[in-house]
């Protein structure tokens, strides 16, 4: 059968279609994979945070916070693209906010105040996890 330029151009854009749906499907993937890099990242440093509190590492601590911050934020900006979960934006945005206060109370050598962010920063991880994990 002889493909008519019409035929030829409708296959074009099946491809490109196609092309268009594979490129999205992987970037969504793609950050799901590093959803989870940043869920392990969270874990290990809000155990560390509170431990470098504990011990009087300020500068320790406040590397751990800073860092709790940063993913907190790439968190909220996943679940604001993602559209689907208002209450995770709302909930990354505090733990957010509880991360950025331990470099705050740690300056003024406020390590009770820093110790209290961070366990209300860990008591919180549940509270978006009973509601959405696993990814539905
Ligand atoms: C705003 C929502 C939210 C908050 C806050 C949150 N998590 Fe998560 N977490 C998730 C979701 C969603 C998953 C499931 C990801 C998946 O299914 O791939 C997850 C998965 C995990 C995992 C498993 C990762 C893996 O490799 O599969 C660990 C560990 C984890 N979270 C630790 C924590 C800790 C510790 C905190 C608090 C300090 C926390 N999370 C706070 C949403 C959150």
Same mark, same amino acid.
């Given at each position: 059968?002889?493909? /008519?330029?019409?035929?030829?151009?409708?296959?074009?854009?099946?491809?490109?279609?196609?092309?268009?749906?594979?490129?999205? /499907?992987?970037?969504?993937?793609?950050?799901?994979? #590093?959803?989870?890099?940043? *869920?392990?990242? @969270?874990?290990?440093?809000?155990?560390?945070?509170?431990?470098? @509190?504990? &011990?009087?590492?300020?500068?320790?601590? @406040? &590397?751990?916070?800073?860092?709790?911050?940063?993913? +907190? !934020?790439?968190? !909220? /900006? +996943?679940?604001?693209? #993602? !559209?689907?979960? &208002?209450?995770?934006?709302? *909930?990354?945005?505090?733990?957010?906010?509880?991360?950025?206060? @331990?470099?705050? &109370?740690?300056?003024?050598?406020?390590?009770?105040?820093?110790?209290?962010?961070?366990?209300?920063?860990?008591?919180?991880?549940?509270?978006?996890?009973?509601?959405?994990?696993?990814?539905?």
């Amino acid at each position: 059968m002889r493909s /008519t330029p019409r035929a030829r151009a409708t296959l074009a854009a099946v491809a490109l279609v196609t092309l268009a749906a594979t490129a999205l /499907t992987s970037a969504r993937a793609a950050s799901m994979l #590093d959803f989870d890099v940043w *869920m392990r990242a @969270i874990d290990r440093h809000s155990v560390d945070v509170q431990k470098n @509190i504990d &011990a009087r590492k300020p500068e320790a601590a @406040i &590397a751990d916070a800073n860092e709790l911050a940063r993913l +907190y !934020g790439l968190m !909220g /900006t +996943y679940f604001v693209d #993602d !559209g689907h979960a &208002a209450d995770a934006v709302t *909930m990354s945005q505090s733990g957010k906010a509880l991360a950025a206060a @331990i470099p705050t &109370a740690l300056a003024a050598q406020d390590f009770d105040g820093a110790s209290k962010a961070a366990l209300e920063l860990s008591h919180a991880c549940n509270d978006c996890h009973d509601v959405h994990k696993p990814f539905q």
